[in-house]
């Protein structure tokens, strides 16, 4: 996927918790090399308000996809324009 490099900072969208659908900044750590887009992602959580699983503020989610249609939960896309 063009413009996909380690650093670049994508938004995820968390999973599950109490804010499950809801948009984090995140780093892209790596590239996975396919054409779906599918990455490894440090996620930057909002702590304990994101839920008590991402106390740390940190997450690495592994294998995610590129979803800029749909914007499902667990998958990353560009950050929308200001």
């Known amino acids: 996927m063009e413009g996909l490099i380690e650093g670049r ?4 969208v968390i999973e599950d ?14 590239n996975l090399g396919q054409n779906n887009g599918c990455a490894n992602l440090t996620v930057f959580y ?17 294998s995610r996809l590129f979803d800029d249609t749909e914007k499902s939960p667990g998958t990353w896309h560009w950050p929308e324009r200001a």
């Open 9 to 12: 900072v994508v938004h995820y």
């Open 17 to 30: 918790g109490r804010n499950k659908g809801e948009h984090r900044a995140a780093i892209v750590v790596k």
């Open 46 to 62: 909002d702590w304990t308000n994101d839920g008590e699983g991402y106390g740390s503020g940190l997450a690495w989610e592994t």
